[in-house]
C-alpha cells in the first residue's frame, strides 16, 4: 500500500512538473505520510485548475483561429465586393449586369408572361385604383379611373421640413409619412366621393427609393388590400414617372376642374404608344430608355455618378439658395436672371461617344469657378457673392448640363430611329418640370430632318405624387399582372432585369 501510494505520488509530481514548473512541484516534497496525504488533495486540486487553464486556453485559441478565419473571410469579401464594383467602373449605375439580388421583371424573362397573383378587377369596365407614393420626401394619394381619369388626389408635402437642413433627412422623412399616410389617404377618396371598399384594385410604390420610407406606404397598402379582399400591385418608381406620358392629354385635369367627370372615355387610349423613347430626369436617376412595353425597358444609357437632380441640389447649397422645395427650382428661376456664357464651364464626357451621363465632374468645375470668383470680389464664402454673380453661376451650369443632355440624347434618338424606326420621345421625372429644358429638347426634336413626336406630362404630375402610382398600377392591372400582397417587400434599389446598357449586350 505505501509502495501503491508513493507510486501514484511521484507520477503526480511528475506530470506536474511537466504541465507547470518545478517551483511548484518542489513544493510537494514531504517528509511524513500525512503530510503526503494533504499533498495529495493540494496536487490534484492545482492540477484540475492547470487542466482547466489548458482547456481555457485551448478554448481561446480556437476562438483566436475562428475569428482570424472570420476576418479573413470578410477580408475576402470586401476585396471580391472591390473587385467587382472596379469591373464596372466607367460604366452607367442602376443597370442590372447580374450584381444585383432583385430586380424588376413583372412579365418574366421574356417580358410577356404576366400573372394575376392576387386577381384583377373586372377589366371589360372601367375600374378605379388607389396609387399610394411615400418613396422620398412627399406623401402622396389618388384615385384614378381606368381611363385616365384622376377622380382626386392628396399630396402632403415635407419642404419645410428638410428646409433648414439642406436636404432630405431620411429618419424625418419616414416620420412625416407615418403621421400622413392615412390623411391623403383619406382626403383622396373623399375628393373622388368614395370609400375603401369602392375602389378595385390598390397600388403602392415599392422601390427604388429610401427603404424606411418606402415601408410605410407598402405596409398600408397591404393591409388596405389584405382587409378589403383587392388586386395589389406592387410599383416601380421608375416606370411609373414613364408612364404617366401616356395617360391622354385630357384626362390631366382633376375632375373636380372640368364637366366631364361622369363621361368615361376610351380606357385603352394612350397619349403614346410603344415602342418610344424616354428621358428619364430627376434627383436620383438620369437615364435615356426605349421603352417596348410594361416592365419591358432597354437603358440605353445612364449616369456614372450624379444625376442631374443630384447637380441642381447641390448647385443650389453651393449658392446657398432654399432647398426645402428642391434645387431645381431655385437654380432654375435664378439662372433667368443670369448669362448662361459668363461661366466657362467644360461640357461632360466630350470624348466618349455613347449616350452615358457624368454630372460629378460638372458639379466641381462649378465649385472651383465659384470659389475663383470669391477671390476675385474679396470675399470669403460663395454665398456671399452679390447677386448678379450667382445668377450667372446658376445660368451657366443650366446652359451646360443641359447641353450635356441634348448630346447624349441626340445620339440615342439618332440610334432608335436607325435600329427601331423609333421617333416619338417622352421626358418623364421631377426636372422635366423646367421650362427651359422643355424648350431646348422641344427644339431638338422639331429641328431635326425627321421631326420627333415630344410629350412631357404637366409640371405638377412629373414630380412624384399618387396618381403616377395608381396609374401604373392601372397599366400592370391591364396586361393582367398584379402581386401578392402578403409579405411584399421594399426594395432601395430595383433596376429594370429587362434592361441592358448601350455597351453592353442585350439580353
Same mark, same amino acid.
Request: hydrophobic letters at 35%; aromatic letters at 6%.
Given at each position: ?19 507547470? /514548473?518545478?517551483? !511548484? ?5 514531504a517528509p511524513t505520510l500525512s503530510s503526503r496525504c494533504k499533498t495529495y488533495k493540494r496536487l490534484a486540486s492545482t492540477t484540475r485548475h492547470l487542466s ?46 447580374? %450584381? ?33 407614393? /411615400? ?16 377622380? =382626386? ?7 419645410? $421640413?428638410?428646409?433648414?437642413?439642406? =436636404? !432630405? !433627412?431620411?429618419? #424625418? ?34 422601390? @427604388?427609393?429610401?427603404? $424606411? *420610407? ?38 390631366? $385635369? ?6 366631364? &367627370?361622369?363621361? !368615361? ?16 430626369? /430627376? ?38 439658395? @432654399? ?5 431645381? @427650382? ?11 456664357? /459668363?461661366?466657362? #464651364?467644360?461640357?461632360?464626357? %466630350?470624348?466618349?461617344?455613347? *449616350?452615358?451621363?457624368?454630372?460629378? =465632374? ?8 465659384? &470659389?475663383? $470668383? *470669391? ?111 402578403? =409579405? ?20
Amino acid at each position: 500500500m505505501m509502495l501503491y501510494k508513493m507510486t501514484i505520488y511521484g507520477l503526480l509530481v511528475s506530470t506536474l512538473h511537466r504541465a507547470s /514548473s518545478s517551483r !511548484v512541484a518542489s513544493a510537494f516534497v514531504a517528509p511524513t505520510l500525512s503530510s503526503r496525504c494533504k499533498t495529495y488533495k493540494r496536487l490534484a486540486s492545482t492540477t484540475r485548475h492547470l487542466s482547466a487553464r489548458n482547456t481555457n486556453v485551448d478554448e481561446s485559441n480556437t476562438t483566436t483561429a475562428n475569428t482570424t478565419k472570420q476576418n479573413k473571410k470578410n477580408k475576402s469579401s470586401l476585396q471580391s465586393g472591390r473587385e467587382k464594383r472596379r469591373n464596372f467602373i466607367g460604366m452607367a449605375k442602376a443597370v442590372d449586369r447580374g %450584381q444585383f439580388e432583385n430586380t424588376y421583371s413583372p412579365g418574366g424573362e421574356n417580358g410577356i408572361s404576366f400573372e394575376a397573383k392576387s386577381g384583377l378587377p373586372n377589366r371589360d369596365k372601367p375600374f378605379c385604383v388607389l396609387g399610394i407614393e /411615400s418613396s422620398c420626401d412627399d406623401t402622396g394619394a389618388a384615385i384614378i379611373r381606368s381611363d385616365g381619369t384622376i377622380l =382626386g388626389e392628396s399630396l402632403a408635402s415635407q419642404h419645410a $421640413i428638410h428646409e433648414e437642413w439642406g =436636404g !432630405v !433627412v431620411p429618419g #424625418l422623412a419616414k416620420t412625416a409619412h407615418e403621421e400622413n399616410i392615412d390623411k391623403v389617404i383619406n382626403e383622396a377618396l373623399q375628393k373622388a366621393n368614395m370609400e375603401i371598399g369602392d375602389v378595385d384594385a390598390i397600388g403602392v410604390t415599392v422601390g @427604388p427609393g429610401l427603404e $424606411i *420610407c418606402l415601408r410605410v406606404g407598402c405596409h398600408r397598402a397591404r393591409d388596405l388590400a389584405i382587409e378589403h379582399s383587392k388586386p395589389f400591385v406592387g410599383v416601380h418608381h421608375l416606370e411609373a414617372h414613364i408612364l404617366m406620358a401616356r395617360i391622354p392629354a385630357e384626362r390631366y $385635369i382633376n375632375k373636380d376642374d372640368t364637366a366631364t &367627370e361622369d363621361k !368615361v372615355l376610351d380606357v385603352s387610349a394612350r397619349a403614346m404608344e410603344f415602342p418610344f423613347l424616354a428621358l428619364l430626369v /430627376s434627383g436620383g436617376h438620369c437615364q435615356i430608355l426605349k421603352c417596348l412595353g410594361i416592365g419591358k425597358y432597354y437603358i440605353i444609357g445612364g449616369t456614372l455618378d450624379d444625376s442631374l437632380g443630384e447637380a441642381f441640389d447641390k448647385t443650389a447649397r453651393l449658392l446657398g439658395l @432654399p432647398v426645402g422645395g428642391g434645387g431645381g @427650382p431655385a437654380v432654375e428661376a435664378l439662372a433667368k436672371e443670369g448669362d448662361p456664357k /459668363s461661366v466657362k #464651364l467644360p461640357i461632360p464626357l %466630350q470624348r466618349r461617344k455613347d *449616350c452615358d451621363f457624368s454630372y460629378a =465632374g460638372l458639379k466641381t468645375a462649378v465649385r472651383l469657378a465659384a &470659389e475663383k $470668383i *470669391c477671390v476675385e470680389r474679396g470675399v470669403e464664402k460663395v454665398d456671399e457673392l452679390p447677386h448678379e454673380d450667382k445668377a450667372n453661376i446658376a445660368a451657366s451650369f443650366q446652359h451646360v448640363a443641359f447641353r450635356h443632355v441634348e448630346i447624349r440624347l441626340g445620339r440615342a434618338m439618332e440610334q432608335v430611329q436607325k435600329e427601331d424606326g423609333i421617333k416619338h420621345l417622352a421626358v418623364v421625372g421631377g426636372v422635366a418640370a423646367n421650362k427651359e429644358l422643355r424648350r431646348r429638347l422641344d427644339a431638338l426634336c422639331s429641328d431635326r430632318s425627321e421631326p420627333w413626336d415630344m410629350l412631357v406630362p404637366p409640371p405638377r404630375l412629373c414630380t412624384d405624387q399618387g396618381a403616377m402610382s395608381a396609374w401604373a398600377a392601372v397599366e400592370r392591372l391591364m396586361v393582367g399582372s398584379s402581386d401578392v400582397p402578403e =409579405g411584399h417587400d421594399v426594395y432601395a434599389r430595383y433596376p429594370f432585369s429587362f434592361s441592358s446598357n448601350n455597351n453592353d449586350e442585350e439580353k
